[in-house]
């Protein structure tokens, strides 16, 4: 049975707690066994995040120890997925760049807050976490982040939408969802889902978070089925941060 463990925590306004059972949920439906903690100790024991398939972060905001981030670089390096949305996993630990590192962008804004309306674009129809869906609306948050270049871009939506200094610059298509890899590990990224209804009031949105979780959690058995090993990524974490 493959096992998942969920953080969550941090500000509340993105009701971690909603977001984590429906996450939870999800990956029940798929036969895992899921942990759910409230804080963060359960990323000290490195050989514990080791044992899992996948890490699903949903704590937006606050600080982590830079050892616990460590863990979570090593997990993943070795074919533990991570996967995550909006600011639970993109606008966490701000004040920590290899968590950034490792999730591939880091929130800056959402210009003009809740309720804006605007429309995600799926830009890759042959990945397997796309594959049949069309573009959608939203009515949420419209996240603005920057962006790490080696990400694979699942779906986009449009800037600008409102009015700010931005606009200054030419229109640009911010991704939503996205894949990349750390080490033998998967990682996947969803930006939607600044409350737990957006899920139910943009389907789409769900589909692509259960499907990108999947994904990730798939990462350790392909690399050990391929016979990879992480060899070729070791080093000193003293010589990079």
Known sequence: MKKALIFQGGWD????QLVSKRFANM????GFEVAIHDNLDCLADVDHLLAQDLLVACWTMGSIEHKYTQNISKAVG???GLAGC???MCDAFRNDVLWQFITGANWVSHPG???IDYTVNISSSSNPITA??????????HY????????????????PVVPYYHIANKPIDMPVAWTKMWGLGRVFYNSLGHH???FDNSPNAAVLMKRGMLWAAQGKETAQAQGLTSERFLVSDAKMF
């Not at 990956?27 to 798929?30: F, T, Y």
């Open 132 to 141: 049949g869906l069309e573009d959608f609306p939203v009515c949420s948050e």
């Open 144 to 159: 603005y982040l920057h962006i790490d270049p080696a990400i694979e871009v699942l779906a986009t939506t449009r800037f």
């Open 78 to 80: 070795e074919g533990v």
């Open 113 to 115: 807050g809740d309720g």
């Open 27 to 30: 990956l029940e439906g798929e």
């Open 196 to 198: 737990d209804d957006v």
């Open 13 to 16: 306004g993105h009701e971690p």
């Open 86 to 88: 909006h600011g639970g």
